[in-house]
């Protein structure tokens, strides 16, 4: 869930990451690499970032078809991998760049694109795609290229999901629709009863913020909850003095040092139960 405030809404005054004119030049030519929040704040580089991916269409089951943007990882060895949610506004460079940074770490990453190619360039766009996407027909993209990721020449086997806001609420379903090694939530809807959380099979990270009005405290808490009432005991719960969209940096509402270090968490967390 987002609210028209969230989700990397504004930033008029959001002071930009400073980055050195030789250093852009070299990520620009693929020579050199940048750290990630850089790369995500600067239009430019995310987009060079992005255009790293190669777009994927798999067939679904029921005849029609789940996206996404894959990112490899260099060498030709076998890698787990991570499958990446965007937020409600769609899939954009920002989330391709992240997958391409996962790559750089060695996961084979996979950007889905639930809305099919359609993106919302204002929070009234993003909020009607948001609300129109047919939850039946995106469980089974999700489910269609978790399976895919298993079953890729290149992989372990072993497949994570990732998703913030909108998609961070998405990788719980993913994960309580199919089995996944691991499961890593931004500030994501996470209302769930005992009964629902009685198909997850794997470790939860949460990142949320004190601060953030629609994905609250008291709904993390229940979840915490409804998770112990399930006998789900592998679930790590992170607060930080932040809002909704802590971790976009094209966001009015980013905060630098707690998205560094969710960041660095989730790092953790994916080689601990993915390697």
């Not at 372990?156 to 909108?166: N, R």
């Amino acid at each position: 869930m987002c609210d028209l405030h969230g989700c990397g809404d504004d930033t008029k005054n959001l002071p930009l990451p400073p980055v050195a004119a030789a250093d852009r030049r070299a990520f620009l030519a693929g020579l050199a690499a940048l750290p990630l929040a850089t790369v995500l704040a600067y239009p430019d580089l995310a987009r060079a970032a992005a255009g790293t991916t190669t777009d994927i269409t798999v067939p679904t089951p029921s005849g029609g078809t789940a996206m996404g943007a894959l990112a490899l990882p260099k060498g030709d060895g076998k890698a787990p991998a991570v499958l990446l949610i965007h937020e409600w506004w769609g899939l954009n460079d920002q989330i391709k760049a992240v997958a391409a940074e996962l790559a750089e770490l060695g996961y084979i990453a996979l950007a889905v694109d639930l809305y099919g190619g359609k993106y919302g360039s204002t929070p009234q766009e993003a909020k009607a795609l948001m609300q129109g996407l047919d939850p039946k027909a995106a469980t089974e993209q999700l489910v269609t290229l978790v399976g895919w990721l298993k079953g890729h020449e290149r992989s372990t086997g072993k497949v994570g999901t990732m998703g913030w806001c909108f998609g961070g609420g998405w990788s719980l379903n993913a994960s309580l629709a199919t089995k996944v090694d691991a499961t890593v939530i931004y500030y994501g809807r996470v209302t769930k009863s005992a009964a629902d959380l009685a198909s997850l099979s794997s470790p939860v990270l949460g990142h949320f913020g004190t601060l953030d009005k629609s994905i609250n405290p008291k709904m993390v808490g229940e979840f915490e909850a409804a998770m112990a009432e399930a006998g789900k005991t592998d679930l790590t719960v992170h607060w930080y003095t932040a809002n909704h969209a802590f971790a976009n940096p094209t966001g009015s509402r980013y905060d630098a040092d707690d998205a560094a270090l969710a960041w660095a968490r989730t790092r953790t967390f994916l080689r601990k139960n993915l390697g």
